[in-house]
Nanobody, 128 residues
Framework: QVQLVESGGGLVQAGGSLRLSCAAS????????MGWFRQVLGKEREFVAAISKGGGSTQYAVSVRGRFTISRDNAKNTVYLQMNSLEPEDTAVYYC?????????????????????WGQGTQVTVSS
């Protein structure tokens, strides 16, 4: 069982940076691959980034590759999304999510259907 709470969203000018955090609780956090998704009002949720349970493997959407970095600190039960060079198109509600128990050490996924646990979301707004 995993419970997730996002924080760190806010308003930033284009070209600026934000770091989102996702605090996790539960006995099996370190055995769950994690991901970040985002959603604009009225549109479908889209994949942003994913990280394996140990942090050794990562995966990014083409639209954010080179600008965003996902990381995790299992000792603190926290996953992060560092967002640099933000653009107005990055404006969305950002959600962290966890898969169920992950077998493979290097497993990551961009598929929403693979994620079982979801946080409440945090708003990121980028002004032009």
């Amino acid at each position: 069982q995993v419970q997730l709470v996002e924080s760190g969203g806010g308003l930033v000018q284009a070209g600026g940076s934000l770091r989102l955090s996702c605090a996790a609780s539960g006995r099996t956090y370190s055995q769950n691959a994690m991901g970040w998704f985002r959603q604009v009002l009225g549109k479908e949720r889209e994949f942003v980034a994913a990280i394996s349970k140990g942090g050794g493997s990562t995966q990014y959407a083409v639209s954010v590759r080179g600008r965003f970095t996902i990381s995790r600190d299992n000792a603190k039960n926290t996953v992060y999304l560092q967002m640099n060079s933000l653009e107005p198109e990055d404006t969305a509600v950002y959600y962290c999510a966890a898969v169920g128990l992950t077998i493979a050490r290097s497993y990551t996924s961009s598929r929403e259907s693979e994620y079982y646990y979801w946080g409440q979301g945090t708003q990121v707004t980028v002004s032009s």
